[in-house]
């Protein structure tokens, strides 16, 4: 495995486990709408900062290029399909964070379900055809240097102190809803 891919498969563990305290918040039943309408907005933030820019700007700008570069089709198959499920994501983290404007719990937690299960999947396809196929034809100098331009993009758009923040979030909200 590559250092890019596998930096990759690190954030996506990251993120799965996010999306399980995800749906351990929607389901929790003792919270008040207030406490709830708090640990959203937290919640929304990473997906913004983390998922969104960072993560899928990885994906975008660096590894889905250096792949079409190396012969991948641009316009169908696996990488447009990957492009348009980060749309549809984000579409989902819109209606999200409307729906946490107008504190309507409803509509958060049946987007917020249908964002899981897309996440989930797309993860899945990723790391069973993408990363799959990226770690047999882009070769290790290759993908050190993909890795030290995520490093670059990661220091823009998250940058040190944040990237600390994000992880003692996710820390509380594990401990909060218990998930291990
Ligand atoms: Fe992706
Ligand atoms: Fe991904």
């Given at each position: 495995?590559?250092?890019?891919?596998?930096?990759?498969?690190?954030?996506?563990?990251?993120?799965?486990f996010v999306l399980r305290i995800l749906y351990k918040m929607i389901t929790a039943?003792?919270e008040?709408?207030?406490?709830?309408?708090?640990y959203?907005?937290?919640l929304?933030?990473?997906?913004?900062?983390?998922?969104?820019?960072?993560?899928?700007?990885?994906?975008?700008?660096?590894?889905?290029?250096?792949?079409?570069?190396?012969?991948?089709?641009?316009?169908?198959?696996?990488?447009?399909?990957?492009?348009?499920?980060?749309?549809?994501?984000?579409?989902?983290?819109?209606?999200?964070?409307?729906?946490?404007?107008?504190?309507?719990?409803?509509?958060?937690?049946?987007?917020?379900?249908?964002?899981r299960?897309?996440?989930?999947?797309?993860?899945?396809?990723?790391?069973?055809?993408?990363?799959?196929?990226?770690?047999?034809?882009?070769?290790?100098?290759?993908?050190?240097?993909?890795?030290?331009?995520?490093?670059?993009?990661?220091?823009?758009?998250?940058?040190?102190?944040?990237?600390?923040?994000?992880?003692?979030?996710?820390?509380?909200w594990a401990?909060k809803f218990k998930v291990e």
């Open positions: 495995m590559g250092k890019a891919t596998q930096d990759l498969r690190k954030e996506h563990e990251a993120i799965l039943n003792e008040d709408d207030v406490d709830k309408l708090e959203y907005n937290e929304l933030n990473f997906l913004k900062i983390f998922v969104d820019r960072c993560h899928h700007g990885k994906e975008e700008n660096y590894l889905f290029p250096e792949l079409i570069n190396n012969g991948f089709q641009k316009e169908d198959g696996p990488i447009a399909a990957m492009l348009q499920e980060h749309r549809q994501a984000s579409e989902y983290i819109k209606v999200m964070s409307e729906a946490v404007e107008c504190e309507d719990l409803t509509r958060f937690n049946d987007t917020a379900e249908e964002y299960d897309l996440l989930k999947n797309h993860i899945e396809k990723e790391e069973n055809i993408i990363f799959a196929m990226a770690d047999k034809i882009i070769d290790d100098e290759a993908q050190d240097c993909l890795f030290e331009k995520f490093e670059q993009h990661e220091e823009m758009v998250i940058g040190q102190g944040v990237h600390e923040k994000l992880h003692a979030m996710i820390y509380n401990e």
